[in-house]
């Protein structure tokens, strides 16, 4: 009867647990915009944005919709205000320049929230 070597269960378990904790910082990866003053990140304040990036090139202001729980259906306009106040989001759109995609930089209660780079905004 030939013997087969294999891994204990315990130390595949830690080695996938391993290999998940190492890709993390990959999967959650923020993006950042470089500018002529400095580079903005994600959980900089819109001042900073401002100040290393000037004023953008278009902006947009509107309130950010509200879901209904567990689904990704937008619960209509006039319910959606009756039961949550007005959460204003703040869009501003930097175009770098030739050969540069467009950068997209929506801001929330002050805080750059995300930073997206490519086609216009429509």
């Not at 030939?2 to 891994?7: D, E, M, V």
């Not at 830690?14 to 959650?28: I, N, S, T």
């Not at 900089?44 to 919709?65: E, H, I, M, N, W």
Request: glycine fraction near 10%.
């Amino acid at each position: 009867m030939a013997h087969t070597s294999q891994p204990p269960p315990m130390l595949c378990r830690h080695a996938l647990v391993l290999a998940l904790l190492g890709a993390a910082p990959l999967m959650g990866r923020a993006e950042s915009l470089r500018c002529a003053g400095g580079s903005v990140a994600e959980g900089d304040s819109r001042l900073s944005l401002v100040y290393k990036c000037g004023q953008p090139d278009a902006a947009d202001t509107f309130c950010a919709p509200v879901y209904y729980e567990g689904t990704g259906f937008i619960v209509p306009d006039p319910w959606a205000s009756l039961a949550v106040p007005c959460q204003v989001v703040e869009q501003f759109v930097y175009d770098r320049g030739p050969g540069q995609l467009l950068a997209t930089v929506h801001v929330r209660n002050g805080i750059v929230q995300s930073i997206a780079y490519g086609r216009a905004p429509r």
